[in-house]
């Protein structure tokens, strides 16, 4: 299950985000749940209230001026209860502007539920009997 914003790359509305995970699901035989946070709600977002307040307080304003800098001050992020926080700089580039065919887009398996189908739906894998869930 994957719980995402509802904007940019990844929201409800971008066939891009659905081939990819498309794709993700044919190569691992996963059933792929994903739930949108409505717009404007992703600040309730459980991860981002346990994680980034850590960082925060670690990072405690001062000026980042680095990749570097940036990944110190995620990496020696740690809570009292033992959690650490671990990070790394993804050099690679990524193409912009990529665009979904119709036929690639006809060609994805995703359900949309009864539940607000917009925000809410589920991706199979398209080889029929390897999924794991």
Same mark, same amino acid.
């Given at each position: 299950?994957? /719980?995402?914003?509802? #904007? #940019? %790359?990844?929201? &409800?509305?971008?066939?891009?985000?659905?081939?990819?995970?498309?794709?993700? %699901?044919? /190569?691992?035989?996963?059933?792929?749940?994903?739930?949108?946070? $409505?717009?404007?709600?992703?600040?309730w977002n459980p991860i981002e209230h346990r994680l980034f &307040?850590?960082?925060?307080?670690?990072?405690? #304003?001062? $000026?980042? /001026?680095?990749? /570097?800098?940036?990944?110190?001050?995620?990496?020696?992020?740690?809570?009292t209860t033992g959690f650490r926080c671990t990070a790394r700089l993804d050099k690679k580039?990524?193409?912009? #502007?990529?665009?979904?065919?119709?036929?690639?887009?006809?060609?994805?398996?995703? *359900?949309?539920?009864?539940?607000? $189908?917009?925000?809410?739906?589920?991706? *199979? $894998?398209?080889?029929?009997?390897?999924?794991?869930?």
């Open positions: 299950m994957i /719980e995402a914003d509802c #904007g #940019g %790359a990844n929201g &409800n509305r971008s066939l891009a985000w659905k081939a990819r995970l498309q794709d993700f %699901a044919d /190569e691992f035989a996963l059933t792929i749940t994903v739930t949108h946070y $409505p717009t404007g709600a992703s600040k &307040n850590l960082i925060r307080a670690n990072w405690a #304003g001062q $000026p980042l /001026e680095s990749y /570097e800098t940036v990944l110190k001050y995620i990496r020696t992020t740690c809570s580039v990524y193409a912009t #502007g990529v665009k979904v065919s119709r036929a690639a887009a006809r060609d994805l398996r995703v *359900r949309q539920h009864n539940t607000f $189908p917009h925000w809410n739906y589920t991706i *199979r $894998p398209r080889v029929a009997g390897h999924s794991r869930s």
